[in-house]
Nanobody
Framework: QLQLVESGGGLVQPGGSLRLSCAASGFSLDHYVIGWFRQAPGKEREGVSCISSGGGSTKHADSVKGRFTISRDNAKNTVYLQMNSLKPEDTAIYYC?????????????????????WGQGTQVTVSS
């Protein structure tokens, strides 16, 4: 069964850090673009970060630039989202998603890709 599983969410105080993991089972992430998305209550889902299949290209939403870092370890079939200097407005359910890396894709548009696989989500709550 092909699936993505997120972990690492939780409750953290403002200014704190969390590292989310996205682990794949049933398939290799080597040739997939991975995106992290989030959805807060009453809001639409938004793109947070994405990373190319080789890890050489990354993209972050303006709201998280300088605070979040996406990385991948293909040997572990896992993608990470390091989140620092967390703010209350970062509170949301975070999802990872995977889509094959095709040559005709423009990486800068990675938040708009139609992702094939989605995880179940992990809750991140930033509150004092």
């Amino acid at each position: 069964q092909l699936q993505l599983v997120e972990s690492g969410g939780g409750l953290v105080q403002p200014g704190g850090s969390l590292r989310l993991s996205c682990a794949a089972s049933g398939f290799s992430l080597d040739h997939y673009v991975i995106g992290w998305f989030r959805q807060a209550p009453g809001k639409e889902r938004e793109g947070v970060s994405c990373i190319s299949s080789g890890g050489g290209s990354t993209k972050h939403a303006d709201s998280v630039k300088g605070r979040f870092t996406i990385s991948r370890d293909n040997a572990k079939n896992t993608v990470y989202l390091q989140m620092n200097s967390l703010k209350p407005e970062d509170t949301a359910i975070y999802y990872c998603a995977a889509v094959p890396n095709l040559k005709n894709r423009v990486f800068a548009l990675c938040f708009s890709y139609k992702y094939d696989y989605w995880g179940q989500g992990t809750q991140v709550t930033v509150s004092s």
